[in-house]
């Protein structure tokens, strides 16, 4: 089918170097099947034309994951276990929440956070779904208890921040891109991909960085005791939480310590201020705040506060601002977490390339299953419904970016947070060696996909 319409178009384009071939379609005489058979070459050329520009960054991606792949080999030896692992912490600390900072300073304003309210339920949905479909992967398959929360971060939380830097740009510069104009498409890719990495962050490291530390045996202080959880009792104020620290609870105050307004009801009622400390000790007793509060979260509350801040935005963002080298110090030393995150990655497949590490093919298989075809099915179906009931402005690069969210591989920053925590670090670069081996074709094809279906 191919070969006869792309024999159409050349007859039609090129017919006195290709008069045999032409002669051979006018003695059928079927003009019509002839035009035909060339609209439908044009068309299947058309999508060819948007596979190859959906190809472009994803290529640009796999190359700067080679160059860390080489980099970590044995015969060189530069971006070794160590090398990643320090790497890790600069990224973790200094180099995404420059990131993320200097970029939602610089495109979101009050008037843009008003439009762009639904992506932020659609990150929502992708990571609810997320863990929909990994819950389901992790009964289907029986995984070990080690890798249950590796399984629901890396179907819960996509690459929404890096990936999106690097294809929408490229995406843009494409010839066959249907966005518009290259100038302005950049622009507003760059305010949706600073948007979709800002809120893809909060999820990351609020939401799968804390499954994963709780699903996984870390231990705290000199790493020889496991961690510890206290369960704070609310109602029973401080008394019987200072008993059991001295280990001197009577055995006439058990019930008492459990129910202590119930055994004696003629207290006096707890006051609304002590009771409302209490819920906030039993708050911050359950969830570690600064765990909570990750640098890269600092960063987008930053990056909101100077972006929604009118006398701060004119004092930073411009290029006749005052103190606009405070903004441009942060940019350069942002623009070093994506090629760094990147060398990380491609030097921990390495570690899945060796095959160090025991992951069932069965779990793989599911990731993959969730990441690259219930996901975005899913999400189609949702951004679609959407935009027919006019809830998304009908703007196709934005659009694009909200289908993209649901098609991603899993966030880079997945094997961050295993080496972090030093547990599932192999078996995060096996799961990622096939996930992001597919993720070339994947991504590719869904991308034109969605390109085919705003154009």
Known sequence: FLFFSFLSILCCLFRR??????LVWQKRKNLNGVLIMAFLGARIMGLLELFITACMPVLNMLLVTGVGSFLATDSVGILGKEARKHLNYVVFYVFNP????????KTITMESMARLW??????FFTFIFGLIFGWIVIKVTGAPLKLRGLILGCCSAGNLGNIFLIII??????????FGAPDVCQTYGLAYSSLSLAIGAVFLWTGAYN???????????DGSSPITQTKVLVSGGTRCADSEDNHSISSDRVDECALPL??????????LLERAKGIISSVSGAIDLSKLFAPSTIGVIVGFIIGGTPLIRNALIGDDAPLRVLRESGELIGGAAVPSV????????????????????????GVVLVRFVLLPLVGTALVKAAVRYGVIRPDPLYQFVLLLQYAVPPAMNIGTITQLFGVGESECSVIFVWVYALASVAVTMWSAFFMWTLS
């Open 17 to 22: 170097h290709l008069p045999h071939f032409c």
């Open 98 to 105: 420059a990131l993320i900072a200097t970029y939602l300073a």
């Open 118 to 123: 639904f992506m932020p339920v659609n990150v």
């Open 169 to 178: 740009p490229a995406l843009c510069k494409e010839k066959g891109s249907p």
């Open 211 to 221: 499954i994963i530390r709780a699903n996984s045996n870390v231990t705290e202080g």
């Open 262 to 271: 119930i055994s004696n009801p003629t207290k006096t009622k707890v006051p």
């Open 342 to 365: 990147t060398l990380i990655m491609g030097g921990n497949l390495i570690t899945g390339l060796r095959g160090t590490a025991s992951v069932p093919p069965s779990v793989i298989a």
